[in-house]
């Protein structure tokens, strides 16, 4: 266990999409506000702490219903490209919780800014990704409603981990996240800042270095993991739905993970134990950033955000000895 001033002072913070719009919503205005109030009272005891703090967050239930809110719309408005879609869920979540964290503070005396920055990340334009769609957006739906949708707006629709039928889209790896070098300035001063949101807006670049959006989504651990090796930040604390990592989930030999190294859970994961649709992504983005220097990846849930930090919870994923 580590004691409050054992607790890294530089950290990212990586909280999932359901997080910030859980499936048990219908998404209305009041629910989002709701819910990133409560996100915020989860995170406020880290913000209170003299610290380096980047905050990311996903937007796979937001950005896929703007995107179905367009499409059942397109015969009088004009839908926009997925790029533009992702900036419109970034800014939108950014937004409430930029807001929720910062009144939260101020109830609590604390006069802390918070900053959200619409965040660029650019991909390869030959990413396989583009030719086999993977990335989980938008609502559930049943079999025979994902056919239908499938057959009326010609998308993608894979089967959810068990839980229902999603619309899939491409999800290149991040390759730059564009003006890292502000999010380090503002860390540094002490604010808190929001970056990377859903990913952030997957764009290419040409050799003048001119940017143009492409239609994906990126996955936001893959790119907390980069904010954080970019930044040389050693800790990375993933928050989701879960307590812990497990393995065997859902069977009678189930065990939840504490503190397992690198090369074992590598090892976990080559054996099958992470499905892409729920916590592979989360474990594909541990690996990447231990492999990139990092020494501690922590996957918890999102009311347990300190106590994981601190070691009581969670799952720490650590350097080999």
Known sequence: MRTLNEV???????????????????????????????????????????????????????????????????????PMSMDICVAHSQGGIGYLLMQAIENALRENGNQRHVASLLTQVEVDADDPAFRNPTKFVGPFFSEEEAKNISKELNWAMREDSGRGWRHVVPSPKPKHVCDISLVDALVKRGTIVIAGGGGGMPVIRDAKGVRTGVPAVIDKDLTSAHIANVLDI??????????????????????ELTEVT???????????????????????????????????????HLDHAMPALRGETGTHIVQNP
């Open 262 to 300: 690198l090369d074992e859970i590598k090892a976990y994961h080559r054996e099958g134990h992470f499905p892409p649709g729920s916590m592979g992504p989360k474990i594909d983005a541990a690996i990447r950033f231990l492999e990139g220097g990092g020494k501690r990846a922590i996957i918890s």
């Open 8 to 78: 890294p002072r530089r950290l990212v913070i990586a909280i999932g999409g359901n997080a910030v719009h859980p499936e048990d919503i219908s998404g209305t205005s009041d629910e989002q506000k709701a819910v990133a109030r409560q996100t915020a009272e989860a995170l406020l005891p880290l913000a209170q702490i003299d610290n380096e703090l980047v905050i990311t967050h996903g937007n796979g239930p937001v950005v896929g219903k703007i995107m179905m809110r367009q499409m059942l719309t397109m015969s009088r408005i004009p």
């Open 234 to 255: 050693d800790e990375l604390l993933i928050l989701t739905a879960v307590p812990r990592v497990a393995v065997n989930f859902g069977k009678s030999n189930q065990k």
